[in-house]
């Protein structure tokens, strides 16, 4: 495990790179390790807590790596997490400032929204079912503080999960009106498709995904609360996108998201 002061040191590398709108090295080369999940999680910590310190609102959880196509994309083979804040979320067709983004890439999502608490330690796959008050279709716009998407697990879990900022489409549908699992996806960029792909692979389904964070949330003493956003992960490849850009995510009955990038 890193020292204290090596993963204080990269917590405060990462927050540097979002205030200045450069991106930083790769945080592995300050803690020395690629593969320590655990250290990771510890410099996202420290940034976590001056957030919320400064007055940010927790407004849920997001869950990344739950796609094969990801994984291969940059190279890791287990999902992880990072916090949502208010200040990231983005309604259905607001545009998003630029200057709010480094090295955006969007990817298409199903979110659930909580009515219960899931804070068992240990969930079954009915109590994801039972703590669901809807879900929205979404996207996530991931970005990176580290130059160039070099990263390895470290990086990217010290990088709060490399999240950017997630837009939520408007229409709540309940659990029982729509099959997550078997639901297609089709994402747009400038009326062009860019990604495809079905609930099923977001860890076989969506749910099972909430399912992992649920169980994790617990273990680390952070249970996910009524209210809470969960981005459950991508159903297909992230694409880059850069200002000017227009995405559309599509997912059959559930409906569709709309965001843009707006032109400095």
């Known amino acids: 495990m890193a020292s204290e002061?090596?993963?204080?040191?990269?917590?405060?590398?990462?927050?540097?790179?979002?205030?200045?709108?450069?991106?930083c090295s790769p945080i592995r080369d300050v803690v020395g390790t690629a593969t320590?999940?655990?250290?990771?999680?510890?410099?996202?910590?420290?940034?976590?807590?001056?957030?919320?310190d400064s007055g940010r609102r927790v407004s849920g959880r997001k869950i990344g790596i739950t796609s094969q196509?990801?994984?291969d994309q940059i190279g890791v083979d287990q999902p992880d997490f990072g916090?949502?804040?208010v200040d990231m979320e983005f309604g259905d067709g607001?545009?998003?400032?630029?200057?709010?983004?480094?090295?955006?890439?969007?990817?298409?999502?199903?979110?659930?929204v909580l009515e219960h608490d899931l804070d068992k330690g240990e969930h079954s796959f009915a109590d994801i079912i039972s703590a669901t008050a809807y879900v929205l279709p979404s996207i996530e716009v991931v970005?990176?503080?580290?130059?160039?998407?070099?990263?390895?697990?470290?990086?990217?879990?010290?990088?709060?999960?490399?999240?950017?900022?997630?837009?939520?489409?408007?229409?709540?549908?309940?659990?029982?009106?729509?099959?997550l699992r078997t639901i297609p996806m089709s994402m747009s960029i400038n009326g062009e498709e860019v990604s495809t792909g079905v609930g099923a692979a977001c860890l076989g389904h969506p749910l099972h995904a909430a399912r992992w964070l649920a169980d994790t949330m617990c273990a680390r003493g952070?249970?996910?609360r009524a209210g809470d956003v969960l981005m459950t992960g991508a159903l297909g490849p992230m694409k880059p996108m850069a200002p000017g850009d227009t995405l559309t995510a599509s997912f059959g009955e559930l409906g569709t998201v709309t965001t843009e990038i707006m032109a400095s």
């Open 69 to 71: 196509a990801v994984m």
């Open 143 to 179: 970005d990176s503080r580290v130059a160039d998407w070099n990263i390895t697990i470290v990086d990217t879990v010290a990088d709060n999960a490399s999240c950017g900022l997630y837009v939520l489409g408007g229409r709540p549908m309940p659990l029982d009106r729509v099959d």
């Open 36 to 52: 320590d999940i655990d250290v990771g999680y510890a410099i996202q910590e420290v940034n976590t807590a001056l957030a919320i």
């Open 5 to 23: 002061e090596l993963i204080a040191e990269a917590a405060a590398q990462l927050r540097k790179a979002a205030e200045a709108g450069k991106p």
């Open 83 to 85: 916090t949502l804040f």
């Open 222 to 224: 952070i249970p996910l």
């Open 94 to 112: 607001v545009p998003i400032p630029a200057e709010r983004l480094l090295q955006p890439r969007a990817e298409a999502e199903v979110a659930l």
